[in-house]
């Protein structure tokens, strides 16, 4: 049996699809099958996982018909033999030495997942941004997630990790939401992850180069608002039936939609932030209405922008539209939104990150 699964979900990506599976094929670490998940292309795609199929073993084709990203890694999962689980997108490129790092770094603690650093790239320019979501003191050591408010901080970034199989996935039968497309199905998945692992290890080692510039890329598909709320809402239903076990998953679930959606309002022009930010003051009046500890759950800093948001929601988007992509700024925002109480509090936010 191989020690790690890579699943490579493969949706016409014929520009991108080689450089992908040679940046895997290159890897100095061997230990591991290739799962080359063609869901339905119709521009080459499929040609290419055959021909990578008949040039190395390691490499598995499988086809079937067109069902969207969160089905076709279930029918990865499904298929996998590996102690462990990875996940390559197809039009990202692994880093070098990746899989025998993380391969260390499992076999050294065991963990029931693991998660490294990654590189934002700009493929047609060169340029990389690294990016490590945990902070320093956080690294190399065996933390319980489920029980972590940074971890549920994080953007979801599933292919920057390994997933126990048999412990962790199959254990709990942690699976994507399986709606058309390829719109959000990581967000439900990662907070499983976090909520069902009782062991990680982090830290900065990067592991991906995360391409930014296909314009076909599910990050550029800002208009589909349902399929996010309705993640949040399967999120909350699974911290809902952790309660009784660990009712700390209330918080994490309730920070994690606030962040995501507010990311996805950050992202949105106009027309769309717009619309977006009025029905996210129903849904948060939704939720506040189901949960009467609504607020509890959040801290002050958050609490305060859903507030506003809800009172106020086009001057809450004339606030936000304006730069806070950097620490000075994100303090002008908070002046801003509440005076030197919203800088207090979100001074007091980031210090609970570190």
Not at 78 to 87: M, P, Q, S, T, V
Not at 272 to 280: D, N, P, S
Not at 305 to 322: C, G, T, W
Request: one cysteine or more; a negative charge.
């Amino acid at each position: 049996m191989p020690f790690i699964s890579v699943l490579i979900p493969v949706y016409n990506v014929n520009e991108y699809l080689r450089a992908c599976l040679d940046s895997l094929l290159s890897q100095d670490f061997k230990d591991f099958e290739a799962l080359l998940l063609d869901d339905g292309s119709t521009d080459g795609s499929q040609d290419i996982v055959d021909e990578y199929a008949r040039k190395d073993a390691r490499f598995k084709a499988f086809h079937k018909e067109n069902s969207g990203y969160g089905a076709t890694l279930n029918y990865g999962i499904e298929r996998a033999r590996g102690d462990y689980l990875a996940i390559l997108e197809s039009d990202d490129c692994m880093c070098e030495g990746a899989l025998s790092h993380m391969s260390e770094l499992a076999r050294t603690y065991h963990p029931d997942t693991l998660h490294c650093g990654f590189k934002m790239w700009w493929s047609n320019s060169g340029i990389t941004q690294h990016v490590n979501q945990f902070p320093v003191q956080m690294h190399n050591r065996v933390i319980n997630p489920s029980c972590d408010l940074r971890f549920f901080l994080t953007m979801p970034s599933l292919w920057s990790g390994l997933y126990a199989r048999v412990e962790l996935i199959e254990a709990h039968h942690i699976r994507f939401s399986s709606t058309p497309g390829a719109s959000f199905q990581d967000t439900s998945f990662s907070f499983e992850v976090f909520a069902r692992a009782q062991s990680c290890v982090v830290d900065d080692f990067p592991i991906i180069m995360y391409r930014q510039d296909r314009e076909a890329s599910s990050i550029h598909s800002l208009t589909k608002k349902d399929l996010l709320l309705a993640e949040f809402d399967r999120i909350d239903a699974l911290a809902q039936k952790l309660a009784p076990h660990n009712p700390f998953l209330q918080t994490a679930s309730l920070t994690a939609c606030v962040n995501g959606c507010l990311w996805y309002l950050d992202r949105l022009d106009d027309k769309h932030a717009l619309e977006f930010v009025g029905a996210l003051k129903t849904y948060f009046c939704m939720r506040a209405e189901k949960d009467p500890d609504f607020d509890e759950h959040l801290d002050r800093w958050r609490a305060l922008n859903v507030k506003k948001l809800i009172s106020n929601p086009q001057k809450y988007l004339n606030l936000r539209k304006k730069r806070h992509d950097s620490t000075l700024s994100k303090l002008v925002f908070a002046l801003r939104l509440a005076g030197l109480y919203g800088i207090f509090v979100a001074l007091e936010e980031r210090r609970a990150r570190s």
